[in-house]
């Protein structure tokens, strides 16, 4: 049952896929594998919360190079499909991090202007003596780190410590799992509370069926964020997941041009 927030302005909520992976083969999405001999692919995403005087991008994605480097395919740029919702990245002022993988906080000439929100835990993750152990460096781009300790210096990151309220119908939410401290974004819409849960759960089926990821640093954390993402939503298709292909399917594009490249996650889905 959708919760009465009467003094809550409804926000607009967008996925913007930004590239894939066709290649990703099941047994990789599940930390138990898969029996099954088949494709299942990844989608790469971007989130845009648009409000009454209020504009939050989520996450930056990754660049070209990334993408070269770690063999995936670039289907339009951050910027670009922005800019096709009438964003400027160069205005937005305010981007939440969910987690400092590469595919996460890349673009780093992106968002000049912008106040970066993370978690304590995050950049002392992605900053400590786990990055010694290659097995969890290797998701992070120390050029990304790098640029987020600069940002810091120039500060223009704002720190958190567990849950915290952004704004009205808009806040944050350490969860840890898949990185130590990941956050999910819950936000208020048309349709009710709506999670982007990021990869506190890369596909529908990964919290639907309980198997977890197998990109995981504490796999507790990982299968009670999965509890605490459907906690924070009016219903269980109010929390969109990360990486799947799905995302694109089941909700409408904003235009018809759109279709296949951005998402409104405001909207019933099909």
Same mark, same amino acid.
């Given at each position: =049952?959708?919760?009465?927030?009467?003094?809550?302005?409804?926000?607009?909520?967008?996925?913007?896929?930004?590239? @894939?992976?066709?290649?990703?083969?099941?047994?990789?999405?599940?930390?138990?594998?898969?029996?099954?001999? &088949?494709?299942?692919?990844?989608?790469?995403?971007?989130?845009?919360?648009?409000?009454?005087?209020?504009?939050?991008?989520?996450?930056?994605?990754?660049?070209?190079?990334?993408?070269?480097?770690?063999?995936?395919?670039?289907?339009a740029t951050p910027g670009e499909l922005l800019s096709? $919702?009438?964003?400027?990245?160069?205005?937005?002022?305010?981007?939440?991090?969910?987690? =400092?993988?590469?595919?996460?906080?890349?673009?780093?000439?992106?968002?000049?202007?912008?106040?970066?929100?993370?978690?304590?835990? @995050? =950049?002392?993750?992605?900053?400590?003596?786990?990055?010694?152990?290659?097995?969890?460096? !290797? $998701?992070?781009?120390?050029?990304?780190?790098?640029?987020?300790?600069?940002? #810091?210096?120039?500060?223009?990151?704002?720190?958190?410590?567990?849950?915290? @309220? $952004?704004?009205?119908?808009?806040s944050l939410h350490r969860i840890g799992g898949h990185?130590?401290?990941? %956050?999910? #974004?819950?936000?208020?819409? &048309?349709?009710?509370?709506?999670?982007?849960?990021?990869?506190?759960?890369?596909?529908?089926?990964?919290?639907? %069926?309980? &198997?977890?990821?197998?990109?995981?640093?504490?796999?507790?954390?990982?299968?009670?964020?999965? &509890?605490?993402?459907? @906690?924070?939503?009016?219903?269980?298709?109010?929390?969109?997941?990360?990486?799947?292909p799905l995302v694109i399917q089941r909700y409408p594009?904003?235009?018809?041009?759109?279709? !296949?490249?951005?998402?409104? $996650?405001?909207?019933?889905?099909?």
């Amino acid at each position: =049952m959708i919760s009465a927030s009467p003094a809550l302005a409804a926000y607009e909520v967008f996925a913007l896929r930004y590239a @894939e992976n066709p290649a990703q083969l099941a047994a990789r999405n599940f930390i138990d594998g898969d029996a099954h001999d &088949r494709l299942m692919p990844l989608d790469y995403f971007i989130w845009l919360i648009r409000g009454p005087g209020r504009t939050y991008v989520v996450d930056t994605g990754f660049d070209a190079q990334a993408a070269k480097e770690r063999s995936r395919v670039l289907l339009a740029t951050p910027g670009e499909l922005l800019s096709s $919702l009438n964003v400027d990245s160069e205005q937005v002022s305010d981007v939440i991090v969910t987690h =400092m993988h590469y595919d996460h906080v890349g673009n780093r000439e992106l968002f000049s202007r912008a106040r970066f929100h993370l978690q304590d835990r @995050e =950049m002392a993750y992605a900053t400590g003596r786990c990055m010694c152990h290659p097995a969890l460096s !290797g $998701l992070f781009d120390v050029r990304d780190v790098s640029a987020m300790v600069a940002r #810091v210096y120039a500060r223009r990151v704002l720190f958190q410590d567990g849950d915290h @309220e $952004l704004a009205p119908g808009l806040s944050l939410h350490r969860i840890g799992g898949h990185t130590a401290g990941l %956050q999910v #974004v819950r936000v208020w819409t &048309r349709r009710g509370w709506l999670v982007l849960a990021s990869d506190a759960s890369h596909f529908y089926a990964n919290m639907e %069926q309980g &198997r977890s990821f197998p990109i995981v640093y504490n796999l507790g954390d990982m299968y009670e964020g999965h &509890r605490r993402c459907y @906690e924070l939503a009016d219903r269980p298709e109010n929390v969109i997941p990360g990486h799947d292909p799905l995302v694109i399917q089941r909700y409408p594009p904003p235009h018809p041009s759109l279709q !296949g490249k951005i998402a409104r $996650l405001d909207a019933d889905p099909r």
